[in-house]
């Protein structure tokens, strides 16, 4: 089991659906939080982030209903279609 923060942007706005990866250190805490933001508003609203850290997926979503998003929420997952790809 690895400390890496695994990082798999989703966006099902895109035909074909289109994704992105990243892997940080978890002591980059900003680096994460800023990645995962800045992601979500340029993919737009069709867009999440799956992540794994410590074997736990979590997923993040944007709080805005229009424009950018200051901020995202998190929850955890059991099942997400597209774990396979943080293996």
């Known amino acids: 089991m690895t400390d890496t923060v695994q990082i ?3 966006n099902t706005g895109a035909t074909p659906i289109s994704f992105e ?6 002591t980059e805490k900003q ?3 800023d990645t995962i ?3 979500l508003n340029r993919l737009g609203k069709q867009a999440h982030a799956l992540l794994k850290y410590r074997g736990e997926f979590w997923v993040a979503d ?3 209903r229009k424009g950018a ?3 995202y929420f998190k929850h955890q ?3 997400h279609p597209y774990m396979k ?3």
């Open 8 to 10: 798999l942007m989703v």
């Open 21 to 26: 990866k990243f892997a940080f250190s978890p």
């Open 31 to 33: 680096q994460i939080h």
């Open 37 to 39: 933001l800045n992601s």
């Open 62 to 64: 944007h709080t805005a």
């Open 69 to 71: 998003s200051k901020e």
């Open 77 to 79: 997952v059991r099942y």
């Open 85 to 87: 790809e943080l293996a």
